[in-house]
């Protein structure tokens, strides 16, 4: 058994001085009696759950599309080192071959991971997602749902647990329907839908939202009319969760504090949709999406760009840089931030065995500075990170 001792917890919506224990990976009551213990002097910083981060393309320099173990492991590892415990590669718009391949090379990255965050399950971003709102996805690849491929892959052991898709194509209903049947959290995402269509889409499986404001439809008009879009959907149902990229580039200060005001930490989660680049430093070409087939984006000021630099390649941020961008910029506070990274997402992704210091869950802990940097991350027991 461990115990941390001289910790700031942080759970639900309070910050209080105490302490946490963990035993064969799950977190425990504090005995009475230490003896035996293994004691883990804090010295006063932050702890609560590891971050959980669902929506990643990899860092590190690695992207999932590279196909091999080592991208999955070493990207893997990377965000640990900046909290996140438990993360969803996420897979960008490609061929159904490249995607039944990456299962089989992502079964055995996780099988061989043993210093990076959890990963378990994919994120299938696209590719049925509508040209008018491709942002970064590779346009060749995009379709509408083909129901002998993607119940090809529903029905294998693939572990895919999230698709994204835009409920307006020709289709997406009954590949919702699909998804809702075998337990894959379907959400829209790249969709240029009205409201209307958006909440029929509900009623077919369709239940969050991918990365709000990013890719996705707003008010427009139709002749004199205005219409609302998903992201007006995202305020207005309840029913619905989102996605928000934090890293102080995709949504501006007012955004972020709307949304927090306006649909809340229990319906928000934050997420990197990080590519290859995160981690690392400004000022270099990358590429987006696998080295064989993927784009080429810029990395400057703090985020990737399509090369004309009239749209963003997905995010170079890392877990704790969300939680900043929250904190110091959105001027969140800190319990509400901390658990739009932890108990929300799991909430979202219906990973119950996680996301919260409850007894019984999985050791999933991140331990951090008054700078909102990480010292220490755990993952099911295993520091898997020490500053």
Known sequence: MTIITNAKIIRGNSVT??????????????????????????????????????????????????????????????????????????????????????????????????????????????????????????????????????????????????????????????????????GVLCAIGHSDADLAAVEEAIGHGFTHLTHLYSGMSTVHRVNAYRVCGVVEAGYLRDDLTVEIIADGCHLPKGLLQMIYRFIGPERTCLVTDSMRAAGLPDGSVSVLGSLKSGQEVIVEGGVAKMPDRKAFAGSVATADRLLRTMVLVAEVPLADAVKMLTETPARIQHLTDRGTLDVGKRADLVLFDENLRVIRTIVGGNTVYRE
């Open 17 to 182: 001085p105490g302490e946490i224990a963990f035993d064969g990976g799950l977190i425990t009551q504090v005995p009475a009696q230490r003896d035996g213990a293994e004691l883990a002097d804090a010295g006063g910083a932050y702890l609560s759950a590891g971050f959980i981060d669902l929506h990643t393309h990899g860092g590190g320099g690695y992207d999932f599309l590279d196909g091999t173990a080592e991208a999955f492991r070493g990207a893997a590892e990377l965000h640990a080192k900046h909290g996140t415990t438990t993360l969803v590669p996420t897979a960008t718009s490609c061929s159904a071959e490249e995607l039944l391949s990456l299962c089989s090379v992502f079964r055995e990255a996780r099988r061989t991971n043993t210093r990076g965050a959890d990963m378990p399950g994919l994120h299938l971003e696209g590719p049925y997602f509508s040209p008018a709102q491709a942002g970064a996805q590779d346009p060749r690849f995009l379709k509408e749902p083909d129901p002998d491929e993607y119940m090809k892959i529903l029905d294998s052991d693939c572990p895919v647990i999230r698709w994204s898709a835009a409920c307006e194509l020709k289709g997406a209903f009954a590949f919702a329907e699909a998804c809702r049947a075998h």
